[in-house]
């Protein structure tokens, strides 16, 4: 009997400071248009000095512990692509400040963008073999490009953390999936680099192409029709990524490509990514949680995603909301979230982004900056000192 397995509590948090697109655009002098319209940002999310993408994991992950418990975990899959060391998972740092069992496996993954789907596909395998546990998943990144690079409209910072188990009360995640991988140079970070590469115009048309193959794939194994979807949640590293694809896939399969229903289709999706910016591979599910918390009930009806991975690996797939799911769902603190965070003028944004440790194994305090649960102190000898606030 196939058990029905998928998201069962969803949380995100964010960095503590927020720069507008207004001031980027006064500070380059670009028309604002550009950024609202051209490619539908509004503002990016700042970590903060004492901020990464642990304490974002942790403080994501932190109000699903609290509600329901340690006992069930027993796999911690952290997802990034701005990973803060070559060998150990970001992921264990999360499980000491959360005080997980000693009894957990947990490991981090990386596909660029992609990582947290294969996280959440693999979540299911394990809860599949082993019911009675949960898995948490947590997709944790920075974005960051050069300063004053065509990449530097499109960054931002968030986490998101997912509970995955049987009888789900948010998400059932269906099969099949529709998979897409091709070898492409479109987005990268070597390790010597802090900022990303990216070949802009080559990163949108391999966007596309992988859209096309997953859903090519997807049909092919027995999807749904695309006009059966209630809502489309794409990877969104600027919100208007998602209506390209999703115009390319609706021209693909001969559909109509009125612009009204495009909109009706993502429109909900698009909120906290807007005025988030680029959160890699927390993107999709912080589309998926606009969704939840903002569109009328979606109570059985089946969701898309498209989850896209730089280099290139895609994945589509569908999940059926459960009926009941708005009981369940953190649409206060998720907007909370957003709404805390402090304003940065264009120097305290160019100070927090040429902030780095020096690589001198000295001891390095952090300055005492975000108002969040957990905070990087600073290093000493090369090791990273996190604790709770
Ligand atoms: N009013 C309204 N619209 C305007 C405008 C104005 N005043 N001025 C320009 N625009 C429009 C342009 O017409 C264009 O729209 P279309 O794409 O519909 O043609 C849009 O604004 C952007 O303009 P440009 O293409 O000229 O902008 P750009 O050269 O500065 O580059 C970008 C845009 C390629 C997205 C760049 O920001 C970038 O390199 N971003 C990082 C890479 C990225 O996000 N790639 C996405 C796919 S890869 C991926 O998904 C993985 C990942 O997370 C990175």
Not at 44 to 73: L, Y
Not at 96 to 105: D, M, N, V
Not at 203 to 230: H, M, N, V
Not at 253 to 277: E, F, M, S
């Amino acid at each position: 009997m196939s058990l029905s397995i998928g998201i069962h509590d969803l949380s995100l948090a964010t960095g503590e400071f927020v720069l507008e697109h207004t001031t980027l655009a006064a500070h380059n002098g670009t028309e604002i248009g550009k950024y609202h319209v051209g490619i539908g940002q509004e503002s990016m999310s700042v970590p903060a000095a004492d901020e990464d993408i642990v304490t974002m994991g942790a403080a994501a992950a932190a109000p699903i512990i609290a509600r329901h418990g340690t006992d069930r975990i027993r796999t911690v899959v952290f997802a990034t692509e701005s990973s803060i060391d070559q060998a150990k998972s970001a992921g264990v740092y999360v499980h000491s400040l959360l005080g997980l069992s000693s009894a957990t496996r947990v490991v981090e993954l990386k596909q660029a963008c992609y990582g947290a789907t294969a996280g959440l596909q693999f979540a299911i395998g394990l809860v599949q073999r082993d019911p009675a546990q949960q898995v948490l998943v947590i997709a944790s990144d920075v974005s960051k490009y050069d300063l004053d690079s065509p990449g530097e409209a499109t960054q931002g910072a968030a986490a998101v953390a997912m509970l995955v188990s049987v009888d789900p009360a948010l998400v059932r995640i269906e099969d099949p999936s529709g998979l897409f991988t091709a070898d492409v140079m479109d987005f990268w970070r070597p390790n010597y680099r802090d900022t990303a590469l990216v070949d802009g115009q080559e990163s949108i048309g391999a966007y596309l192409q992988a859209a096309e193959g997953t859903w090519k794939d997807y049909s092919e194994q027995g999807g749904r029709p695309l006009g059966e979807f209630a809502a489309f949640c794409y990877h969104q590293p600027f919100t208007k990524m998602a209506y390209k694809a999703h115009r390319h896939l609706l021209n693909y399969c001969g559909y109509d490509t009125d612009p009204g229903d495009i909109a009706r289709a993502l429109g909900q999706t698009t909120a906290y990514n807007t005025v988030i910016g680029n959160s890699y591979t927390a993107s999709v599910y912080l589309g998926l949680a606009a969704l939840l918390d903002q569109a009328d009930d979606l109570s059985g009806r089946p969701v898309a995603f498209l989850s896209y991975g730089s280099g290139s690996v895609a994945e589509f797939f569908a999940g059926t909301v459960v009926a009941g799911y708005r009981e369940h769902l953190r649409t206060g603190a998720n907007q909370e979230a957003i709404s805390r965070r402090t304003p940065l003028d264009y120097a305290g944004y160019r100070e927090l982004h040429e902030f780095k440790f020096p690589a001198d194994g000295g001891d390095h305090a952090t300055p005492q900056q975000t108002t969040g649960p957990f905070r990087l102190a600073g290093i000493s000898g090369h090791k990273r000192l996190y604790q709770r606030r």
